[in-house]
């Protein structure tokens, strides 16, 4: 958040701002191959009446706009809910997918970043 002054100082109000995640999620597919649906929580739906996509899965902002239009629609074939509160990571068609919180400093969700990774991508050997 962000605060806006007047010119003696006052505060005017503050600003939310969201950041750019597609230098992140870029560098993720290039060295790693995992593709990213990062999504603004959606007690926040109410307020993001200006967003520069309008890209929303049952309620959630999609923040990054290199997501794509393929994992969007399978997104909104699923219970969001239940995906980002899975532990571990869960098989959606060919793609394993797993959910990090991002938290304010209060411990509130923000967003979700959903890592999709190709099944045929993956080795689920373990070690031994």
Known sequence: MIPIFDEQFGLL??????????PLTNELLSEQG??????????YRKQLTKVASGDFVNN????????????IELL???DVDELINSE???ELDNYVVSSLMLKDESGN??????????????????AS
């Open 88 to 90: 571990g990571y869960i």
């Open 109 to 126: 969700a923000l967003a979700h970043w959903l890592t999709c990774a190709a099944k045929d991508k993956i080795s689920f050997e373990q």
């Open 76 to 78: 909104k074939n699923q």
């Open 13 to 22: 109000g503050i600003v939310e701002m969201i950041t750019q995640f597609t």
């Open 60 to 71: 959630y902002l999609v923040a990054n706009n290199d997501a794509r239009p393929e994992l």
């Open 34 to 43: 995992v593709e990213s649906v990062v999504l603004v929580d959606k007690s």
